[in-house]
């Protein structure tokens, strides 16, 4: 079971990225993906999440209208596409899969993660 996230990067403030979270040894749509981000001294902290059908999503408050997570399961890839970045988005963000999108938004109810992808944002 392996998660690996890329797409992450240096970008100026307002701009966008695309991440991606890419499973493999494990049916990937059998799953709920969240999105976790975790910035230097602060507990980390969900993003957003997508069940197993795609169908229904969370995208927490301090992202919403920002962020857009999305999934291709023939492709065994999650996807969070984040625009109109800030400084405060600047963080290691982490893809994680379990049964379900956990309410409680708790990092430690999910049983499978990634490494993480550095998102900088900087001038």
Not at 64 to 79: A, F, H, L, M, P
């Amino acid at each position: 079971v392996q998660l690996v996230e890329s797409g992450g990067g240096l970008v100026q403030p307002g701009g966008s990225l695309r991440l991606s979270c890419a499973a493999s040894g494990f049916t990937l749509g059998h799953y709920a993906v969240a999105w976790f981000r975790q910035a230097p001294g602060k507990e980390r902290e969900e993003v957003s999440c997508i069940d197993a059908s795609g169908a229904n999503t969370y995208v927490a408050d301090s992202v919403k209208g920002r962020v857009t997570i999305s999934r291709d399961n023939n492709k065994q890839e999650v996807y969070l596409r984040m625009s109109g970045l800030k400084s405060e988005d600047a963080a290691i963000y982490y893809c994680a899969a379990d049964a379900v999108c956990f309410e409680s938004g708790n990092a430690a109810e999910y049983d499978y993660w990634g490494q993480g992808t550095q998102v900088t944002v900087s001038t």
